[in-house]
């Protein structure tokens, strides 16, 4: 059975088990999520895909932004945490969960301002390229709790 604290990963402060193990599936979501939609913006669940058109051009893009978007974020997202896990300290577990909670409240905030079914994948289970997810504010509430068991960890 894991220990309470430090159970996967050495820290440098009683990390909860449960924390480290949430971020591993952090590294692994936002990792393979960089990829997937670099290779194809269509994988992309939270964001509207299409085509635009240039202004004056019949040249048609797919997603330019959906591509740069998801691989810098997929990227980043993965080192932050990785470099969390790997170095062990709360701050670099405070970066991380901080990124992790800024990338789920724009999200939320972007999908409820921005598009028109954000509400049903904000609030609601709902369905994207890989099944039924979670609505995404819970998300949100998640990574606020791991933030406040690393701030309270002693």
């Not at 449960?18 to 990792?31: A, E, P, S």
Request: glycine share 8%; aromatic share 12%.
């Amino acid at each position: 059975m894991l220990d309470a604290h430090n159970g996967l990963f050495a820290a440098t402060f009683p990390a909860p088990t449960l924390v480290q193990m949430f971020l591993v599936v952090h590294c692994l979501w936002t990792g393979v999520m960089g990829v997937l939609c670099t290779w194809d913006p269509s994988f992309s669940p939270i964001t509207e895909n299409g085509v635009f058109k240039r202004d004056g051009s019949k040249d048609k893009i797919l997603h330019p932004n959906v591509r740069g978007a998801w691989s810098v974020r997929g990227g980043s997202m993965f080192l932050t945490t990785a470099g969390a896990l790997h170095f062990g300290t709360r701050e670099t577990y405070l970066v991380a969960m901080a990124a992790a909670c800024w990338r789920e409240a724009y999200d939320c905030i972007e999908l409820l301002r921005c598009t028109k079914r954000g509400h049903v994948i904000v609030l609601r289970v709902w369905r994207s390229p890989f099944g039924p997810q979670p609505p995404l504010v819970v998300f949100l509430l998640l990574n606020l709790l791991a933030m406040w068991a690393i701030l309270t960890a002693d």
